[in-house]
């Protein structure tokens, strides 16, 4: 994808936060009409790697949901992102890594108890070459309690352009526990694995990524800010061992039915799922 298309899904996020923070929009939503979320993410991120010396990167990251229920408990959502990783102390030379993806979601609510999505995606990643690919899989939400919510996906991945193949599943699991109305945290565990053939010999490339997000919602407007940090460990290039941390800052506009007066375990129950980040998040 061009560059001119990410500014483009940027300034479709732009719009969405607009429509978010607009009370005329706090009013649409999740009754008959189209309900969504827009995220914006700031990352700072540590590599240690097993050979060679530390670094750092910055990652910017948009994100944007929209939603229409279709009747019957089923809804059907769409979804965009967006991220550049900025590798700006790597050696000599300075350059990025640019993934995006767009995709949708068929989801079915369990009567408030809980939802499925039947997720399908195309993605794209630029280093310099593009490499583009697809993923399809489930995502899950449990309303346990009013405080508890837990949540779980897993699917398949492939990239394969130009000779360059990789392939491979992904798994999540992870909850949030509401101490009230307003503040929550979020706990989550994520593995993705690929083989990865055509740039020399063949590797398998694993990651275990742990992470932690305490939120806040506003009341005022639909906005929920966050600030998260997660630990990674990384097998890549047939070299075990390598870690990164990860120290990020977030926030998020609601649009729909209830999204500016409702508490923070409902505004997440009611928005969009949210696009995955599995598999382009952490490169040795």
Request: glycine fraction near 14%; include cysteine; hydrophobic fraction near 35%.
């Amino acid at each position: 994808m061009t560059k001119l298309a990410y500014l483009s899904s940027t300034a479709l996020c732009a719009l969405a936060l607009v429509a978010g923070v607009s009370p005329a929009a706090a009013d649409g939503g999740m009754g008959n009409q189209l309900y969504g979320s827009a995220n914006f993410d700031y990352d700072w991120t540590m590599y240690n790697p097993k050979m060679g010396s530390d670094f750092h990167t910055h990652t910017f990251i948009g994100q944007g949901a929209i939603g229409v229920p279709l009747g019957n408990g089923w809804s059907g959502q769409a979804n965009f992102s967006f991220e550049t990783q900025q590798f700006n102390n790597f050696g000599p030379a300075n350059f990025s890594v640019d993934t995006w993806q767009i995709g949708g979601v068929a989801a079915y609510q369990f009567d408030g108890q809980g939802r499925l999505g039947f997720d399908l995606a195309y993605q794209s990643l630029d280093f310099g070459a593009t490499v583009d690919g697809y993923r399809a899989g489930l995502q899950g939400e449990l309303f346990w309690r009013p405080d508890v919510t837990f949540r779980a996906a897993a699917g398949y991945q492939d990239y394969d352009t130009n000779g360059l193949r990789g392939d491979g599943f992904y798994g999540s699991a992870g909850g949030s526990y509401y101490f009230s109305r307003n503040i929550g945290f979020r706990g989550n565990v994520d593995y993705y694995t690929y083989n990865v053939r055509g740039i020399g010999p063949s590797f398998d490339y694993n990651a275990w990524d742990f992470g932690g997000k305490l939120q806040y919602k506003c009341d005022t407007y639909p906005l929920v800010f966050g600030a998260h940090a997660n630990y990674a460990t990384v097998d890549a290039f047939n070299v075990n061992g390598n870690d990164a941390w990860n120290l990020g800052i977030s926030v998020t506009a609601l649009f729909g039915i209830g999204a500016q007066d409702s508490s923070l375990r409902d505004a997440e129950a009611n928005a969009p799922f949210e696009s995955l980040r599995t598999g382009v998040k952490y490169l040795f």
